[in-house]
């Protein structure tokens, strides 16, 4: 095995690039007066050591990544993850336990390496923030809260977020190749479908040429269908069959790098009622106005106000109306969705580096022979905040449906 | 759309094993003295409710799953949710908020559901139990607690466990389709894959395998490789190429149904010395003890101990020894992993209807021109204990490696 062939498979992040984020991280530390926060969920872990696993879907072993607001990394892990950290990471201060063990799964460990980081705990940060998750066990959070009880426990989830809104121009690269895939694969399925084909198969097809094109994975894919639109979109497909007249609905949370992209497309099967696609052409424009909007200075709330403009002026001769599902559009990274939100109430002011989605959606009712069903549409595209304003990353929707003929 | 295409596309389970798997739950809740339980993970909630969705990647939007020890159950899910519950679950007590909610993000509305469960809550059961996860952020579950405090809150993970932990037949179904699957894209792949194709490649043409043979999707797919074994296999594929004396071992989790596969496959590439080749062979003797070992009335200890003893016995004689990892195998069911643990602590009784993996692993040396590596080699079956013995789900490995010519 060469030298040469070694560093081909090296698979760790540049160094510095992950020295740049620990170090915005323990200033933002020393900053809020917190001594050292542990990590445990997969995004957070990822972003401040490199580690990557697929062994994260395993739930029966526990993580943890130690950051003191001065010094150095320490990583506790399962003796099952030893290789993947050396492989992965750069951390030197690596401990471990067989695991899973019911006794002390990894707590003894994990409060002593907390405790080392400064001769007198006072606070520690954890991920307690809203839209978090805990990588561990909640009694062991409880456990580890009451050893290391001198000290408060406080959130340092929001602080992590607050660094990670703004990607480097490698997390950019990352979505950008992922969501161009994905605009390939989509572009790519259209040609391919056919009048009478059903969901899965739909999701078949286009999955395999997700990979194909280059996405590592595609661990978000949902599809829904039916006349002029579809009840919702958040299921997996089913065998039902593309009949004259429906809508097909995809939204795809491809991977690469480790880092997601999130947008949907809508194939439009035969003779589709001219009412759905002058509601389909609102939402076009909404996603528009969305993106437009999207500038540096620009509050998160301002880019949803745009949407809600243009759905509201162009959707009520439609018997239509805006879905009130609280947001339209999100930040997207590391996680499917993150912070902030695109909704009417968050003040975030977008900074070059923010990866967004603009989301709009409209529901109407549809009469059907056996009742009225409740259908909707959404549009979903990704972008980047640039220095001059949005650039996209997905590629963008025609102005029409993707017509299956 | 006729009713017979409705009728096709419903995706509920039948509503008698839902009930049935909610009385269980109950009469161990009246046992243990618990009045109501709330569940947050995927697994759980689905098992309780038959709630299917893919949006639970996204993890802006907690979804609670109310049990009382007598009564209906309660769904507290976001609007964003509603349609997929209305597709999945017979429930008809759905209560919902629009989400994410930084405010209030369903903690005030799963209070007042719990509350509304009994006059006087004594004791409240959540997930609190080791190798569990809650669904929710940590700071919400802290101030439910506080806001019930006139109750205990105590885990009630444990007896959920114990209730999933015996499959019905519908369950071993679901885990044998997914395994049969597979198990044929495992046997394909030997045939296509050739001497100098990457670990990525290996992986690309498995998964679209894994696609057409029916496996719903392929969360858990590892690959490493190297001279004799691998350094483990726990990491996903890189670019790295198979070489003449390499080992490529892949470790598949797929689903179906919502149920999991584990288990993996090792092929051989050109010339592989013949002391890896034996102790190869000695694994496949341990998995061969574990699997007879798997008789009701066993314990996951004595299926432990029957592979320890063939590892001990065989692999002395070849400088290797068994890997500490911890255990040698696990439950597999809506988790990848879920208990009990194939581990010499570990007296869970084996009675019918539990579904294990068997999972010995050997680690040895190997001397290399640039220094002496440290490699290891996996073997995995999956299994249902019947009344008679076990019952293979995969199929059987060959005593051999999967050799590629």
Redesign the interface.
């Known amino acids: 095995?060469s030298v040469e062939?070694?560093d081909?498979?090296d698979?760790r992040l540049p160094k510095d690039v992950l020295q740049q984020r620990i170090d915005r991280v323990q200033q933002a530390l020393r900053h809020a007066g917190i001594d050292v926060v542990f990590v445990t969920s997969e995004d957070n872990f990822r972003y401040l050591s490199g580690f990557?696993?697929?062994?994260w879907?395993?739930?029966?072993r526990p993580r943890y990544c130690i950051v003191p607001a001065r010094g150095d990394l320490i990583l506790v892990v399962p003796?099952?993850?030893?290789?993947?950290v050396r492989?992965?990471t750069w951390v030197e201060d690596v401990r471990s336990w067989?695991?899973?063990?019911?006794q002390d799964?990894g707590i003894s460990i994990v409060a002593e390496a907390l405790s080392s980081c400064l001769s007198q705990l006072r606070c520690i940060g954890?991920?307690?923030?809203?839209?978090?998750?805990?990588?561990?066990?909640?009694?062991d959070?409880l456990r580890l809260r009451e050893r290391l009880s001198t000290a408060r426990m406080v959130?340092a989830d929001a602080l992590i977020r607050e660094i990670r809104k703004i990607k480097s121009p490698f997390e950019v690269e990352a979505i950008r190749t992922v969501a161009m895939a994905t605009s390939r694969a989509f572009l790519h399925l259209r040609r391919v479908l056919a009048k009478g084909c059903s969901q899965v198969e739909a999701v078949?097809t286009l999955?395999?040429t997700l990979?194909r094109e280059g996405v590592?994975?595609a661990?978000?894919?949902?599809a829904e269908s039916g006349f002029g639109g579809y009840?919702?979109l958040?299921?997996?497909a089913?065998?039902?069959?593309l009949e004259d007249g429906m809508v097909l609905g995809i939204d795809a949370?491809c991977r690469f790098a480790g880092y997601f992209c999130d947008f949907n497309r809508n194939y439009a099967f035969g003779r589709i009622n001219d009412r759905f696609r002058r509601i389909n052409s609102v939402l076009w424009e909404a996603t528009q106005a969305g993106i437009q909007a999207a500038r540096p200075g620009a509050l998160a709330s301002d880019v949803w106000r745009a949407q809600a403009v243009v759905l509201d002026e162009g959707l009520g001769g439609l018997s239509s109306r805006r879905t009130?599902?609280?947001?339209m559009g999100?930040g997207i990274g590391l996680?499917?969705?993150e912070p902030p939100?695109i909704?009417p109430n968050d003040t975030t002011v977008l900074v070059p580096g923010m990866t967004i989605t603009v989301e709009p959606a409209a529901e109407f009712e549809v009469e059907?022979?056996?009742g009225t069903a409740r259908n909707m549409l959404i549009h979903e595209e990704n972008l980047v905040v640039m220095g001059n304003g949005p650039i996209l990353l997905s590629d963008r929707a025609p102005r029409e449906f993707l017509d299956v003929l």
């Open positions: 095995m062939a070694t081909k498979s698979r990557e696993s697929p062994t879907i395993n739930i029966a003796t099952t993850n030893l290789a993947a492989a992965t067989v695991s899973p063990n019911p799964d954890a991920e307690m923030g809203p839209q978090s998750r805990l990588g561990m066990p909640v009694a959070f959130d078949r999955r395999s990979l590592d994975d661990p978000y894919l949902v009840p919702g958040q299921m997996s089913t065998d039902r069959c949370g009130e599902s609280g947001r999100h996680r499917l969705t939100s909704h059907m022979p056996t």
